[in-house]
């Protein structure tokens, strides 16, 4: 557990930028990964839950979700469910339990690229944007794909919301391998298509958890321009195999893993099949 001096609630952004600057300070707003945390020196809290960055917003062809936004809070939402046909909210339906659901938000679960949190791979396949804030900078709206290749996060920075496109027409799936629903997981991937008479015009493919938050454009790539009743999985698997490299741990084997992801994907295509014909 950290050393915390100070609990500090700033009440605007501007003033929670210049906390955040200093180097003895930790942002926190649903605070799950405090306890996990571990510091050299004493730290000062940051408590953005008071700054007004709670919210979900329709605007025409997207959706603006609030950094402190709560992950229950999306599940209950309507509006979220016009999100990649729902695969936003059956993402955060599978996140921990009910009691840290209520304490996780959207900014926390993306922010530190942990591989086994749920909603980095959704962003990546549905194109969302992250927008970021700078002391004495404007903001700057970074696409998923770029956010999820940094390291992480500078010091003295802090994600606003986060842009989801509407797109009413993409095939998508989310799935999440693990022991019970609130373990950690063993697996994360998600996958999207926008298909137009029978072909591939679009295609995401994203996976974390069993190697870093990355999408699989090998896969993307030969899937695209393909007409879906053609598809030939066992390509793909080969080209899984040729072009990720998957880690073990404790938990299971990279064998196991890599087994596991290959009957997701098959399923994956095989519904997008019985769906388009």
């Not at 062809?61 to 950094?67: A, F, V």
């Not at 956010?147 to 842009?163: A, D, H, S, T, Y």
Request: aromatic fraction near 6%.
């Amino acid at each position: 557990m950290s050393k915390i001096t100070k609990w500090i609630y700033p009440t605007t952004i501007d003033e929670a930028l210049i906390l955040l600057s200093e180097n003895d300070t930790e942002i926190i707003a649903g605070g799950t990964h405090i306890a996990t945390q571990k510091h050299k020196s004493p730290i000062k809290m940051v408590d953005i839950t008071r700054i007004p960055l709670n919210y979900i917003k329709k605007e025409k062809n997207s959706l603006r979700i609030g950094s402190t936004t709560t992950i229950t809070e999306i599940i209950e939402s309507p509006l979220c469910l016009e999100v990649g046909k729902g695969i936003l909210t059956k993402a955060c339906q599978l996140i921990a339990d009910t009691p840290l659901r209520n304490k996780i938000t959207l900014g926390g679960n993306i922010a530190r690229k942990i591989p086994w949190v749920g909603l980095p791979v959704v962003l990546l396949v549905l194109d969302a944007e992250i927008m970021v804030i700078e002391k004495g900078k404007e903001e700057k709206r970074i696409s998923a794909r770029n956010f999820f290749e940094m390291k992480k996060l500078q010091r003295g920075k802090l994600i606003k919301e986060v842009i989801f496109p509407i797109n009413s027409a993409l095939f998508t799936r989310y799935e999440k391998f693990c022991l019970t629903k609130a373990d950690y997981a063993w697996l994360t991937l998600a996958f999207s298509s926008n298909i137009e008479l029978g072909i591939i015009k679009d295609v995401k493919f994203a996976v974390s958890r069993i190697t870093n938050i990355q999408r699989i454009t090998s896969v993307e790539e030969a899937l695209i321009g393909k007409k879906v009743n053609t598809i030939d999985t066992q390509q793909l698997i080969n080209l899984l195999r040729a072009n990720l490299s998957i880690v073990a741990d404790f938990r299971s084997s990279k064998e196991y893993r890599t087994t596991i992801l290959e009957v997701f994907l098959k399923r994956f295509i095989n519904e997008m099949k019985e769906e388009t014909t």
